[in-house]
């Protein structure tokens, strides 16, 4: 479980990846990711975040065998590039 105090900017570092990648990833390269920028974090905690993003319709989620494939949305295309605000997501680029 990512601590609360880190969760939000793991979470812009996220939405920052799939902008930069073109909108699409699964849970599984988003972990490799995340881990090569020294976010330190496991598969389920990915699967967590991508969870409580979709949830704020940041990402829509889709299910492929043992794969969570997220792909932003407009909004989250908004808090990546730092022109929407939302609770729990940090507002500075994370560099990913």
């Given amino acids: 479980m990512i ?11 996220v939405l920052d990846f799939l902008d930069d ?39 829509e989620l889709e299910e492929l065998g043992p794969y969570l494939v997220a792909e932003i949305t407009p909004d989250g295309r908004d808090v990546a590039a730092g022109t929407l605000r939302i609770d729990g997501v940090s507002r500075h680029k994370t560099g990913a």
């Fill in 3 to 13: 601590s609360e105090v880190i969760a939000p900017v793991v979470r812009r570092a």
């Fill in 21 to 59: 990648v073109g909108g699409e990833h699964n849970d599984d390269v988003l972990t490799l990711q995340l881990n090569a920028l020294a976010h330190r974090v496991a598969r389920r905690d990915v699967r967590e975040l991508l969870q409580w993003l979709g949830e704020r319709g940041l990402v």
